[in-house]
T-cell receptor, first 112, second 110 residues
Framework: NAGVTQTPKFRILKIGQSMTLQCTQD?????MYWYRQDPGMGLKLIYY???????DKGEVPNGYNVSRSTTEDFPLRLELAAPSQTSVYFC???????????FGPGTRLLVL | QKEVEQNSGPLSVPEGAIASLNCTYS??????FFWYRQYSGKSPELIMF????GDKEDGRFTAQLNKASQYVSLLIRDSQPSDSATYLC??????????FGSGTQLTVLP
């Protein structure tokens, strides 16, 4: 049982490039989330999903897109990367809303 | 006003002492409250959750919730150097999503 896995661990992007952050969970959780964490700050919700085919915006969705074609996978797409998107990105999953969330190891992204 | 506020610290306590971490929240309708621990460079991991007013104990950790005063706290007894980390308070907010505080950095001095 691997829990929540994320790839890549670290990535450097140039301004304007695009990339997809991968997230997979093997706990059969319906709920999945993407957060970003800037230095010294808490977690900000980007997007979340309540099940395959259903996604919704969180607090800071601009510049990102998501899809949820399976229960296990919840990729986050960055289009036209900007320096403001330099951050650590965490994927999480939970059995239900407002329940314990289990986090992946994170992806550190640097946009130059 | 921030939805979830924590003292950013850093908070330093000697080994063996009690560390007290506090969190206040603005949404009176919040029902679920969580404490996560985050070591430097790592992902958050759950320490405790609490739903009801009062105290909830788990080993050296005690979560305290006072909905009338809109605060939740975490006490760590017999603090150990391995407890040195950032502690994140998370509160159920709008659309039943969790809102995280900015965290309190705790250092336990040997």
């Amino acid at each position: 049982n691997a829990g929540v896995t994320q790839t890549p661990k670290f990535r450097i992007l140039k301004i304007g490039q695009s990339m997809t952050l991968q997230c997979t969970q093997d706990m059969n959780h319906n709920y999945m989330y993407w957060y970003r964490q800037d230095p010294g700050m808490g977690l900000k919700l980007i997007y979340y999903s309540v099940g395959a085919g259903i996604t919704d915006k969180g607090e800071v969705p601009n510049g990102y897109n998501v899809s949820r074609s399976t229960t296990e996978d919840f990729p986050l797409r960055l289009e036209l990367a900007a320096p403001s998107q330099t951050s650590v990105y965490f994927c999480a999953s939970s059995l239900g809303l407002a329940e314990t969330q289990y986090f992946g190891p994170g992806t550190r992204l640097l946009v130059l | 006003q921030k939805e979830v506020e924590q003292n950013s610290g850093p908070l330093s306590v000697p080994e063996g002492a009690i560390a007290s971490l506090n969190c206040t929240y603005s949404d009176r309708g919040s029902q679920s409250f969580f404490w996560y621990r985050q070591y430097s460079g790592k992902s958050p991991e759950l320490i405790m959750f609490i739903y009801s007013n009062g105290d909830k104990e788990d080993g050296r950790f005690t979560a305290q919730l006072n909905k009338a005063s809109q605060y939740v706290s975490l006490l760590i007894r017999d603090s150990q150097p391995s407890d040195s980390a950032t502690y994140l308070c998370a509160v159920e907010g709008s659309a039943r999503q969790l809102t995280f505080g900015s965290g309190t950095q705790l250092t336990v001095l040997p």
